[in-house]
């Protein structure tokens, strides 16, 4: 490992401490574990999902759920192992009972997330569902936009439907897959 990749670990380490201890919003209040994101430091892509689940929650790890192991799926699918990835969500803590988080709980996470995205700069920030897309860039119609890759303000954004979509209508499997197949090539371009 270089010096680069050893700071950015460090930095990564640091972020996930403030998280885990952090009080700035009232989800600190219910939340068994917080759950800053893991993966590579030095990730290609960094996925970003919506909020921590039940069980991802109780575990303190991101995307370990069932919607977790559907992503994991689809990337393997696509060749691209979950070592290689970081893997977060706009608010680090579950909101009681997995409603949307408020929009002043996303206010006050926002700076965790962009510090990791500007500490591991990757090449692609993939936005997972809708929620993370109007969070993070203002959009709307994840259906409509995904499988775009979009620069805004010289960074890479691929937009993808969130994997817990896929577990209420079937049909959307094949479209994260073939979303993944696109990211995976998008990566190594
Ligand atoms: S959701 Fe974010 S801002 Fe709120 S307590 Fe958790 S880490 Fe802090």
């Known amino acids: 490992m270089n010096n680069k990749n050893n700071n950015n670990l460090d930095l990564i380490v640091q972020i996930s401490d403030e998280v885990i201890y952090c009080s700035n ?4 209040h219910t ?8 993966g590579s430091a030095s990730a290609r892509v960094i996925f970003v999902g919506e909020a921590p689940g039940k069980s991802e929650d109780i575990q303190g790890k991101p995307f370990v759920g069932r919607a977790g192991k559907i992503l994991e ?10 070592s290689q990835v970081f893997i977060t969500n706009i608010v680090k803590c ?7 988080p408020k929009r002043d709980e996303i206010i006050k ?3 965790y997330l962009n510090k990791q995205i ?9 936005i997972l569902g809708a929620t993370a897309y109007s969070s993070l860039l203002g959009g709307k119609e994840i259906t409509l936009n995904r499988g775009k890759l979009i620069n805004i303000n010289g960074r890479d954004y691929f937009l993808t439907i969130h994997p817990a979509a896929t577990l209420y209508r079937r049909s959307l499997l094949r479209v ?8 995976s090539k998008l990566i190594v371009e």
């Open 25 to 28: 919003c009232e989800l600190c």
């Open 31 to 38: 939340r068994k574990n917080a759950v800053p994101g893991e």
């Open 73 to 82: 799926a689809a990337l393997l699918n696509a060749n691209i192992s979950r």
């Open 94 to 100: 579950r909101p009681p009972g997995n409603r949307r």
């Open 109 to 111: 996470c926002n700076d």
């Open 118 to 126: 500007s500490v591991i700069n990757p090449k692609i920030v993939c």
């Open 176 to 183: 994260l897959e073939e979303d993944m197949m696109k990211l």
